[in-house]
């Protein structure tokens, strides 16, 4: 990374090579001191090791992101406090679904104490989710860009959503809300060590020595006394190896960087500062009765909202597609472009149906869910690449299950490279099989590699620079892309497919499901399916017509009106059916979800066709 920087920094005549650190995307406001909430805590006996990641094989630990992309912007100190809220949340709900990820982007357009993407405070962050309701990710989508440089405070941005027609984007009628309790600063190894075990990960501001940009691994020690506090990360664990303390720091750089994004520093030395500066964050209890706002007649007619509510790049073309509805035009039928890769055995020539379990819901197998986060693929504007998320989900969740949950953070696999190298098709629809022929074929980057942009690439084929990206500041000016301070990362990891093929029937499904994981299916998008607001939907139609894509997590029968059902993952945000999930009727009056089906199984191996493939890349 050092050296590609260099590079870069070279090819564009710079006398010095610009950091992230150096843009102190960590700024203390001046213009205002927040009041502190406290909430006093006493000492208990602390553990020698302890990361939020592994409280007793139990993964506390949301989304692991990079904000320097689609573009640099400086908002370490928004994804430090929203991650750690984030985190928090998700301790305080036992690490049951569905995962919450807090937006950085309501942050960096709407806490006007803090100056977006030039810079803010974590503790400002905490005050400003306080003050005011804070959206997950399916509302408001990282598109690094604050109040400062393009994406104001617009109620549009604190939610959204877009139709297929080119209609412009509006706010959903209602939508779930989160926020802070009580926030406050904490320093010192003691305090910040109690805080963290006590209450769930914090963050805190450091300082960006060169030696910490090209930071790979290990136990991480600057002997060059930089104190100069630039940077905000989140802390989430504390141990000892080898006899030298250390803290357990989530960054958010990516996961191509450090160790899987995070980095390890010693503790106790105040090193990098990191011991002088931090703040924590209580969430509010916004589950145990669901909270949404609704939205009103001011909100909706805002004025502001005008500048961001353009969805016209998407616009269908075709007329027969155009009266789909509801329909992100995916391809009717799977043609695998390299054929099936099956496996020797299919798990329903291995499994006795019949003696399955009733219930199968990777959302809750023995008390761990084991499906990745909940998505979006209408926001920023519409784009219809929902054969890229029902597959890319499915495969994500097969492979937070052969992890076995353990891995840093969930895994999620990147939609956008989908649509970047055309895989199975672009935001106009596409053919969800492609999907899987690239994961066989190339392995997919994770979600940190690309930000979803909800756009066609603006050239014929994809680049290095579009499968996995980093920029560099200074923030890009509005109307300004900022694409030539961005470069390729090329040691991101892949995640390959060893074997796929198509699945229908609910036999099938119910094996496949049960032995391997999530599936991803074609279903009939109907208008009745997009109101739908949860139960068990069923819906008679004589010929479905598959023209989207969803993944299926699990199935289950219900005692009351003995029916069983099929439990499905959309991507079309939380604020839709049952957290973005659903369940309908097996067997029957089921919109085709049992027709045409695929799966993947999980690899981190390239497979012996990659040499053959690479060459022509
Ligand atoms: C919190 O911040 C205030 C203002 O900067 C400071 O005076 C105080 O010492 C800090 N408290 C802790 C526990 O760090
Ligand atoms: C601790 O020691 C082991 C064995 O020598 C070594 O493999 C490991 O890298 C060391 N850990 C650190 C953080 O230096
Ligand atoms: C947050 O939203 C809820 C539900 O709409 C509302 O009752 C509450 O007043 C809001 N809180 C703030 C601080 O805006
Ligand atoms: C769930 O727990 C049961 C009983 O402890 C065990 O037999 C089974 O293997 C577990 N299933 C999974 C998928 O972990």
Same mark, same amino acid.
């Given at each position: 990374?050092?050296?590609?920087?260099?590079?870069?920094?070279?090819?564009?005549?710079?006398?010095?090579?610009?950091?992230?650190?150096?843009?102190?995307?960590?700024?203390?406001?001046?213009?205002?001191?927040?009041?502190?909430?406290?909430?006093?805590?006493?000492?208990?006996?602390?553990?020698?090791?302890?990361?939020?990641?592994?409280?007793?094989?139990?993964?506390?630990?949301?989304?692991?992101?990079?904000?320097?992309?689609?573009?640099?912007?400086?908002?370490?100190?928004?994804?430090?406090?929203?991650?750690?809220?984030?985190?928090?949340?998700?301790?305080?709900?036992?690490?049951?679904?569905?995962?919450?990820?807090?937006?950085?982007?309501?942050?960096?357009?709407?806490?006007?104490?803090?100056?977006?993407?030039?810079?803010?405070?974590?503790?400002?962050?905490?005050?400003?989710?306080?003050?005011?309701?804070?959206?997950?990710?399916? %509302?408001?989508?990282?598109?690094?860009?604050?109040?400062?440089?393009?994406?104001?405070?617009?109620?549009?941005?604190?939610?959204?959503? %877009?139709?297929?027609?080119?209609?412009? %984007?509006?706010?959903?009628?209602?939508?779930?809300?989160?926020?802070?309790?009580?926030?406050?600063?904490?320093?010192?190894?003691?305090?910040?060590?109690?805080?963290?075990?006590? &209450?769930?990960?914090?963050?805190?501001?450091?300082?960006?020595?060169?030696?910490?940009?090209?930071?790979?691994?290990?136990?991480?020690?600057?002997?060059?006394?930089?104190?100069?506090?630039?940077?905000?990360?989140?802390?989430?664990?504390?141990?000892?190896?080898?006899?030298?303390?250390?803290?357990?720091?989530?960054?958010?750089?990516?996961?191509?960087?450090?160790?899987?994004?995070?980095? &390890?520093?010693?503790?106790?030395?105040?090193?990098?500062?990191?011991?002088?500066?931090?703040?924590?964050?209580?969430?509010?209890?916004?589950?145990?009765?669901?909270?949404?706002?609704?939205?009103?007649?001011?909100?909706?007619?805002?004025?502001?909202?005008?500048?961001?509510?353009?969805?016209?790049?998407?616009?269908?073309?075709?007329?027969?597609?155009?009266?789909?509805?509801?329909?992100?035009?995916?391809?009717?039928?799977?043609?695998?472009?390299?054929?099936?890769?099956?496996?020797?055995?299919?798990?329903?020539?291995?499994?006795?149906?019949?003696?399955?379990?009733?219930?199968?819901?990777?959302?809750?197998?023995?008390?761990?869910?084991?499906?990745?986060? $909940?998505?979006?693929?209408?926001?920023?504007?519409?784009?219809?690449?929902?054969?890229?998320?029902?597959?890319?989900?499915?495969?994500?969740?097969?492979?937070?299950?052969?992890?076995?949950?353990?891995?840093?953070?969930?895994?999620?696999?990147?939609?956008?490279?989908?649509?970047?190298?055309?895989?199975?098709?672009?935001?106009?629809?596409?053919?969800?099989?492609?999907?899987?022929?690239?994961?066989?074929?190339?392995?997919?980057?994770? $979600?940190?590699?690309?930000?979803?942009?909800? &756009?066609?690439?603006?050239?014929?084929?994809?680049?290095?620079?579009?499968?996995?990206?980093?920029?560099?500041?200074?923030?890009?000016?509005?109307?300004?892309?900022?694409?030539?301070?961005?470069?390729?990362?090329?040691?991101?990891?892949?995640?390959?497919?060893?074997?796929?093929?198509?699945?229908?029937?609910?036999?099938?499904?119910?094996?496949?499901?049960?032995?391997?994981?999530?599936?991803?299916?074609?279903?009939?998008?109907?208008?009745?399916?997009?109101?739908?607001?949860?139960?068990?939907?069923?819906?008679?139609?004589?010929?479905?017509?598959?023209?989207?894509?969803?993944?299926?997590?699990?199935?289950?029968?219900?005692?009351?009106?003995?029916?069983?059902?099929?439990?499905?993952?959309?991507?079309?945000?939380?604020?839709?059916?049952?957290?973005?999930?659903?369940?309908?009727?097996?067997?029957?009056?089921?919109?085709?979800?049992?027709?045409? %089906?695929?799966?993947?199984?999980?690899?981190?191996?390239?497979?012996?066709?990659?040499?053959?493939?690479?060459?022509?890349?």
């Amino acid at each position: 990374m050092k050296t590609s920087l260099f590079v870069v920094a070279l090819l564009l005549g710079l006398s010095t090579a610009l950091r992230p650190g150096d843009l102190a995307c960590r700024k203390k406001s001046t213009r205002h001191i927040p009041t502190v909430h406290k909430t006093h805590l006493t000492a208990a006996p602390l553990p020698a090791n302890f990361v939020w990641n592994n409280v007793n094989g139990v993964n506390y630990l949301t989304n692991l992101r990079n904000q320097h992309i689609p573009q640099y912007c400086g908002s370490c100190w928004a994804h430090a406090s929203t991650s750690a809220l984030s985190d928090r949340i998700k301790i305080a709900r036992k690490a049951q679904w569905p995962d919450v990820n807090i937006s950085p982007q309501v942050v960096i357009s709407c806490s006007l104490n803090d100056d977006g993407c030039h810079g803010g405070d974590g503790l400002s962050a905490f005050e400003f989710m306080h003050n005011n309701n804070i959206t997950d990710e399916t %509302c408001s989508i990282y598109q690094a860009r604050g109040h400062d440089n393009g994406i104001e405070c617009a109620p549009i941005n604190v939610c959204k959503n %877009c139709k297929p027609d080119g209609t412009p %984007c509006f706010i959903p009628e209602e939508y779930r809300v989160f926020g802070v309790e009580e926030y406050g600063n904490v320093t010192g190894e003691a305090a910040m060590m109690q805080e963290i075990y006590q &209450r769930g990960p914090i963050a805190c501001a450091i300082a960006v020595p060169d030696s910490l940009e090209s930071y790979t691994g290990g136990i991480y020690f600057d002997q060059s006394g930089d104190q100069n506090l630039v940077h905000e990360i989140s802390v989430v664990g504390f141990g000892v190896e080898n006899g030298t303390k250390y803290w357990h720091v989530r960054n958010s750089w990516g996961t191509h960087w450090g160790e899987s994004g995070f980095f &390890r520093v010693v503790r106790g030395v105040n090193n990098i500062g990191i011991e002088s500066d931090c703040a924590w964050a209580t969430p509010k209890d916004t589950w145990t009765n669901p909270q949404w706002h609704k939205t009103t007649d001011e909100e909706q007619s805002d004025p502001r909202n005008n500048k961001y509510n353009f969805n016209e790049a998407n616009k269908p073309q075709d007329s027969f597609l155009d009266k789909q509805r509801g329909t992100c035009k995916r391809v009717p039928k799977n043609q695998f472009k390299l054929g099936q890769k099956r496996p020797e055995q299919m798990a329903w020539e291995t499994l006795d149906v019949s003696a399955l379990p009733a219930n199968w819901d990777w959302r809750n197998i023995n008390g761990t869910s084991y499906v990745s986060w $909940s998505r979006n693929q209408h926001i920023p504007i519409y784009c219809g690449s929902c054969w890229a998320h029902g597959t890319t989900s499915a495969l994500a969740d097969r492979f937070n299950i052969l992890l076995k949950d353990h891995n840093p953070t969930p895994v999620g696999l990147n939609p956008q490279v989908m649509v970047n190298c055309l895989a199975g098709g672009d935001c106009g629809g596409g053919d969800p099989s492609g999907v899987y022929d690239y994961a066989y074929q190339y392995g997919i980057p994770d $979600s940190s590699c690309e930000q979803y942009v909800a &756009r066609d690439l603006d050239k014929p084929q994809c680049q290095p620079i579009d499968i996995c990206r980093d920029c560099r500041g200074p923030p890009p000016a509005e109307g300004q892309s900022g694409i030539e301070n961005c470069w390729a990362v090329t040691n991101y990891k892949r995640y390959y497919a060893s074997n796929y093929y198509s699945v229908s029937g609910a036999d099938q499904m119910k094996a496949e499901l049960y032995k391997n994981g999530p599936i991803a299916c074609g279903i009939d998008a109907t208008d009745g399916l997009e109101a739908y607001m949860g139960g068990i939907y069923s819906e008679y139609s004589d010929y479905p017509m598959i023209n989207h894509e969803i993944s299926v997590v699990g199935y289950g029968f219900d005692e009351a009106t003995q029916t069983e059902y099929w439990v499905g993952r959309n991507s079309w945000g939380t604020y839709w059916g049952e957290n973005g999930f659903f369940r309908i009727k097996m067997h029957s009056d089921n919109l085709g979800i049992e027709n045409d %089906c695929i799966a993947a199984l999980p690899s981190f191996k390239p497979s012996q066709a990659e040499t053959v493939f690479t060459q022509y890349m």
